[in-house]
């Protein structure tokens, strides 16, 4: 239900005369107890809805029939007229939607349209995933101010390249990443458990959901941030011969292929929910399940630069031991434009504060090198030494 702090993504519908239809008790009841059960806030009021409605309707034809033959042939004709009319639904042919239980006596009425033609971000236990590709290739800006130049970054055995031109406004940043992770740890969960609407590009989300998610203030000014990241996502052009789910992608595509505001609030502009559809690239990505499991204290990082480092140190490092790399194969990695002495000062910077979760920065300036050791590897080893 929505409460005064997270809206409704869809309104109540109005009355013949613009006045808001005064809510049925049994309905609302129904609704509530289907989001508790874990069923998605559309899904739910569509069953509300249907199984009132039809409940209203067939009141007069049961109160006849219970008059002409008494209340055996009401418990009798109740469940035949049912079986004849609708077509037994099963949880398997329904992924992600829970039938009524024993306890119920009739059952609740099918849903008739489990496939939408998007995917709903509805879920509230999940784990945080970034997408391989981009945690290997420095696709997104380190620079806090607009970067209107073209990046163009290939690795190190000449296998893979990539080419992004960004738009007037300037190439996607660290920051506006916090977008795809979200919408990729929802879809990601959702193809866990089965869900159909997981294999749609299209994505629709609550604003309020996703700034809580990636650790953001609520305010308005975080409202007008996201409109920002999304024109500069669908305005970063990618041209790249990396492979995503076994595919190439050879025309140049923006990370973000289009998005829409599908819902505002009344009183200012707002963006309620919001509507993303996602590259092929990055939607290939995700559907092969290319993705890594993050620390959600990444999004309690402040500089672009620390971010970047962790993610290559989940990408490189992972579950081992630690990596070690060279400062200047490092920065190319990293995506940073500065000198090389600057970029070795940040990392100071960075090895003295020691903000990185789950890994750690141990530098060797003698040889220039700097290495990623996994904090929990390290503990587990000296506890099983001592």
Known sequence: MATSAQPQLFPEPS????????????REALFAGQVAAGISAEDARLTADRTVFSEAGKRPAKKAAQKRTGASAQVDAGPQ???QQLTPITEDRLPGVRMAGPSSPRGLLP??????????????DYAMKDDGVSMEAPIFTLATKPDTSVWRWESKDKSRALTV?????????QFDKDLLIYVVSQMTEALNRGRADAHHR?????????????????GGSEYRRLQDALE?????SIKTNIKTGGERIKEGFGIVSSWTIIEKSPDDDRMIGVEVTLSKWLFNAVQAHEVLTINPDYFRLRKPIERRLYELARKHCGAQPGFTIGVALLQEKCGSKSKLYEFRRMLREIVADDLLPDYQLIPNWDKDQITFTNRKVKQLTAAESA
């Open 15 to 26: 009355g013949d005369k613009g006045v808001v239809a005064r809510p049925d008790p049994r």
């Open 232 to 236: 500069r996502l669908q305005g970063t």
């Open 81 to 83: 007229e049912e079986t």
């Open 165 to 173: 031109t960004p738009s007037v406004l300037g190439r996607a940043t």
């Open 111 to 124: 849903v008739h349209h489990p496939n939408r033609d998007f995917f709903l971000c509805d879920i509230f």
């Open 202 to 218: 299209t994505v629709r989300f609550v604003v309020y959901d996703y700034l809580v998610s990636t650790n953001k203030p609520v």
